[in-house]
């Protein structure tokens, strides 16, 4: 059976961190893009990050970049979002989703599969 499941969120202060988890079971992640969605309340939902199937190529919204770094572990068909430096703007749910392709994009357009999601707020 094909299942999804993201962990890692909860509530932080401003500039902490969190690392999101996002584990495979049913199906290999190795060959498919995986890309980081959020959506917070009364937003449309958007892409965050997408790592690519085959060479590990990373793709970042300009609002995370450089604090944020999404990595696979093939070894345990999971795929990460260490977030760092975390603002009360990125509170959010947050979901990973696999992509058909092996390419990466951050549209949420020819992704398959998605997780149920992992709630994060940033807040003091």
């Known amino acids: 059976q094909l299942q999804f499941v993201e962990s890692g969120g909860g509530l932080v202060q401003p500039g902490g961190s969190l690392r999101l988890s996002c584990a495979a079971s049913?199906?290999?992640?190795?060959?498919?893009?995986i890309g980081w969605f959020r959506q917070a309340p009364g937003k449309e939902r958007e892409g965050v990050s997408c790592?690519?199937?085959?060479?590990?190529?990373?793709t970042y919204v300009d609002s995370v970049k450089g604090r944020f770094t999404i990595s696979r572990d093939k070894a345990k068909n999971t795929v990460f979002l260490q977030m760092n430096r975390l603002k009360p703007e990125d509170t959010a749910d947050y979901y990973c989703?696999?992509?058909?392709?092996?390419?990466?994009?951050?549209?949420?357009?020819?992704?398959?599969?998605w997780g149920q999601g992992t709630q994060v707020t940033v807040s003091s």
């Open positions: 989703a696999v992509r058909a392709s092996s390419l990466c994009g951050l549209s949420s357009t020819g992704y398959m599969y």
């Open positions: 049913g199906f290999t992640l190795d060959d498919r893009a």
């Open positions: 790592i690519t199937g085959s060479l590990g190529g990373t």
